[in-house]
């Protein structure tokens, strides 16, 4: 270490110029490195930005679909629940037509029916 030293001061009283260049380089290629990150980072940022936008714009038209969807099925939600609530009334309704037509038949069939003590028969 404390030759690098020695050679650093022999080249410094030698050449002035070339010591002076030597230490300079270094903070330039420091601030040649900190542009070309900036440079990078600010065009990962417009990058980043314009992905963000993307998402956002995709993000915005899904819920918008989403809202229509959900309002759709709602819709479609309530109309199923009165077709089933209608058709639970036809049944009902069926199953008293049947009971009224047995009734009926049964009348039907006894209004001509000629009764003896033991035998009935049908005219």
Known sequence: MRRKENQEEHTMM??????????MKKPICVLW??????????SNTSINFENYNQLLNAFKETHEEANRLAL????????????????????Q???????????????????????????????
């Open 33 to 42: 490195q900190r542009m070309n990150l900036n440079q990078a980072v600010s």
């Open 14 to 23: 030698i050449h002035p110029q070339a010591h002076h260049q030597r230490k």
């Open 72 to 91: 759709s099925n709602n819709q479609l939600k309530g109309l199923n629940n009165w077709l089933e609530n209608r058709v639970k009334a036809l049944e």
């Open 93 to 123: 309704e069926l199953e008293n037509f049947k009971y009224d037509f047995e009734n009926l038949e049964l009348i039907y069939k006894n209004s001509f029916c000629k009764c003896d003590s033991s035998v009935v028969k049908i005219v």
